[in-house]
Nanobody
Framework: QVQLVESGGGLVQPGGSLRLSCAASGFTFSSYVMRWYRQAPGKEREMVATITSVGDSTNYLDSVKGRFTISRDNAKNTVYLQMNSLKPEDTAVYYC????????WGQGTQVTVSS
């Protein structure tokens, strides 16, 4: 039974920080590329960040470069998204995604940036 369980979302003020976590089970986590996507109301889902299976390379959406950091701990089967200097336009549902020969999605966690 494959699961991607996200946590860490919530309400934060502009300029604040949040760390999202995604705990994986039911597949060989260390073999998978992991990604974070987000989707705001009325907008297309977009890839926010991606990390290689061993965590040696990352890529980011241009609008979050320098503010967000993706990381993973293969011993804990967990991928993280550290979000700093948050802006209202970062408000979205954030989804964890795993990719190898098959793909899996998490359930999503709401991030709201508002004063």
């Amino acid at each position: 039974q494959v699961q991607l369980v996200e946590s860490g979302g919530g309400l934060v003020q502009p300029g604040g920080s949040l760390r999202l976590s995604c705990a994986a089970s039911g597949f060989t986590f260390s073999s998978y590329v992991m990604r974070w996507y987000r989707q705001a109301p009325g907008k297309e889902r977009e890839m926010v960040a991606t990390i290689t299976s061993v965590g040696d390379s990352t890529n980011y959406l241009d609008s979050v470069k320098g503010r967000f950091t993706i990381s993973r701990d293969n011993a804990k089967n967990t991928v993280y998204l550290q979000m700093n200097s948050l802006k209202p336009e970062d408000t979205a549902v954030y989804y964890c995604y795993a990719l190898r020969f098959k793909t899996y999605w998490g359930q999503g966690t709401q991030v709201t940036v508002s004063s």
